[in-house]
């Protein structure tokens, strides 16, 4: 019932940037949480940044410093801001919305996957 729609990934020099998006749309209440996760090829998928309602943030140490989350709330969109990109970035990006869609009934939906390679 809730449709995430990410776009942004890219090849990049290392020391570049990208923005991704993620849009979230359908019959959303609110929205509660939101995260970017990402998946190296032979990795286990991990939590790059996390956005909570309130304004809580938290990020990876990874990604500390060069990375923001941030949310337009008016537009359902959650970006993740990467600067000086590092080939250890390259991985396909999944962005993570979870909220309500009434009082009775909540959603947590995945994007579809983003691929962004950091190479010269």
């Known amino acids: 019932q809730v449709q995430l729609a990410e776009s942004g990934g890219d090849l990049v020099q290392p020391g570049g940037s990208l923005r991704l998006s993620c849009v979230a749309s359908g019959n959303i209440s609110s929205i509660s949480d939101m995260a970017w996760y990402r998946q190296a090829l032979g990795k286990q998928r991990e939590l790059v940044a996390r956005?909570?309602?309130?304004?809580?943030?938290r990020y990876s140490g990874s990604v500390k410093g060069r990375f923001t989350i941030s949310m337009d709330n008016a537009k359902n969109t959650v970006y993740l801001q990467m600067n000086s990109l590092k080939p250890g970035d390259t991985a396909v990006y999944y962005c993570n919305v979870a909220g309500r869609i009434s009082i009775f009934k909540c959603f947590e939906s995945w994007g579809q996957g983003s691929q962004v390679t950091v190479s010269s």
């Open positions: 956005l909570t309602s309130g304004g809580s943030t």
